[in-house]
């Protein structure tokens, strides 16, 4: 299984900016998928964004289209989440996710996860 390490959390004001980082390490797989989920206080995780590793289609919650972008970096095998005109209502620990299935990724029931990484966004 892969191990995956987070950075880039931290505190902004609305309508600032956030770049999240997940690197994996460990075993490596064709066809890989990496995604985002968060979790707010009070609420259940919820999907947030996903890539193919393999040929880069995205897919997005609709609480985010528009202002987040999901990418990659096949030679670092680093996932990237860019976060613009970010809103109070994202503040939410961020969890990065990786699995050979898209299915298990939009499903919440990747083979990995990371530790998390808070964001919070100000008024």
């Known amino acids: 299984q892969v191990q995956l390490v987070e950075s880039g959390g931290g505190s902004v004001q609305a309508g600032g900016s956030l770049r999240l980082s997940c690197a994996a390490s460990?075993?490596?797989?064709?066809?890989?998928?990496m995604g985002w989920f968060r979790q707010a206080p009070g609420k259940e995780r919820e999907f947030v964004a996903v890539?193919?590793?393999?040929?880069?289609?995205?897919a997005y919650a609709d609480s985010v289209k528009g202002r987040f972008t999901i990418s990659r970096d096949n030679a670092k095998n680093t996932a990237y989440l860019q976060m613009n005109s970010l809103k109070p209502e994202d503040t939410a620990v961020y969890y990065c996710?990786?699995?050979?299935?898209?299915?298990?990724?939009?499903?919440?029931?990747?083979?990995?996860w990371g530790q998390g990484t808070q964001v919070t966004v100000s008024a």
């Open positions: 996710v990786a699995d050979p299935r898209l299915s298990a990724v939009a499903s919440g029931e990747a083979n990995s």
């Open positions: 460990g075993r490596t797989f064709s066809r890989y998928v």
């Open positions: 890539i193919d590793w393999s040929v880069s289609r995205t």
